[in-house]
């Protein structure tokens, strides 16, 4: 009897052993999993996003870079004309040079957004826009953002799209919204909007929105103002037509929360060293 109540009780020991050897395996190999998962980048980078997706900003630094023709200089181009373009070589290396230094270009219509915490903030944001709806953007710098996967922002007046050579078509339009990109207005006549009557504002504000939608089936929540000119009156009423962003001209990076409707962009030339000082970097 005693000798049986023995072999039992070592049995017993024995398999109890082997539970709690089993049990801590099981223990070390769940607390090695949540190591891995804490120190792995990616599961480390998605722990980290969930939450930074609720804290809202009052500041973002970001360049707004504003573009027109992008296209060699031509004979015909006048000397006051040079200003408004920038090489295809130019372009593509300031491209690259975003690229290289770990820029992600965003669109303007997510401002919002980024300001409020719903969508994550990279950390070196730039925006790109170009102004006019010049037909030198789809043909030259289109397929340049295309290799890169750069999205842009194309502030365009609505007058002349379908009617000039020098403008861009609806097709054209449609299929860079189809790319990706975002299409913004900057009125219909490209007008001065702080020297115009009350009677004018509304179609240069309201009505190229419209015709923009009605177009290109988007819902438009960005303009850039003719000039860059602005006033109270102006971006008030801009904010009334529905708009949720509004760029204008000027130097300056550092873009509040409150200050949706007076964004600063600067205007990119050839000189690659005026580029870098915008933009910053290296
Ligand atoms: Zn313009």
């Known amino acids: 009897m005693g000798r049986i109540k023995t072999v039992a009780t070592l049995f017993f020991a024995a398999g109890l052993t082997i539970v709690l050897v089993a049990l801590m395996v099981a223990a070390d190999t769940i607390a090695q999993q949540a190591i891995e998962a804490l120190t792995n980048p990616t599961v480390l980078g998605k722990v980290l996003s969930a939450t930074a997706a609720f804290e809202p900003i009052e500041t973002i630094q970001a360049p707004i870079l504003i573009y027109h023709h992008i296209k060699d ?26 690229q290289d230094n770990g820029f992600t270009p965003l669109l ?7 300001f409020s915490g719903k969508k994550v903030l990279p ?28 999205p842009a922002t194309f502030f365009v007046f609505t007058n002349p799209i379908d009617r000039s050579d020098n403008y861009m078509t609806w097709d054209q339009l449609k299929t860079l919204v189809a790319a990706g990109h975002d299409v913004g207005s900057h009125g219909h006549y490209h007008l001065f909007w702080d020297r ?52 204008g001209i000027g ?32």
């Open 108 to 114: 303007l219509r997510d401002l919002p957004d980024y």
């Open 196 to 247: 115009i009557s009350a009677a004018e504002l509304p179609a240069e504000i309201i009505g190229s929105k419209n015709i923009l939608e009605d177009q290109l089936g988007i819902t438009v929540v960005t303009t850039a103002y003719p000039f860059g000119e602005y006033t109270p009156a102006v971006t008030t009423a801009v904010g009334a037509a529905g708009y949720q962003v509004a760029r």
């Open 251 to 282: 130097h300056g990076k550092n873009h509040r929360s409150d200050q949706l409707f007076t964004l600063d962009g600067y205007f990119v030339t050839n000189s690659f060293s005026y580029f870098k000082n915008i933009v910053g970097g290296r």
């Open 123 to 150: 950390e070196k944001p730039v925006f790109l826009t170009f102004d006019d709806g010049l037909r030198s953007q789809f043909e030259v710098a289109a397929p340049i953002l295309e290799r890169f996967d750069f």
């Open 73 to 98: 200089f031509e004979g015909s181009d006048a000397q006051a004309d040079a200003l408004y373009i920038v090489r295809p070589q130019n372009f593509e290396q300031q491209l690259t040079y975003l």
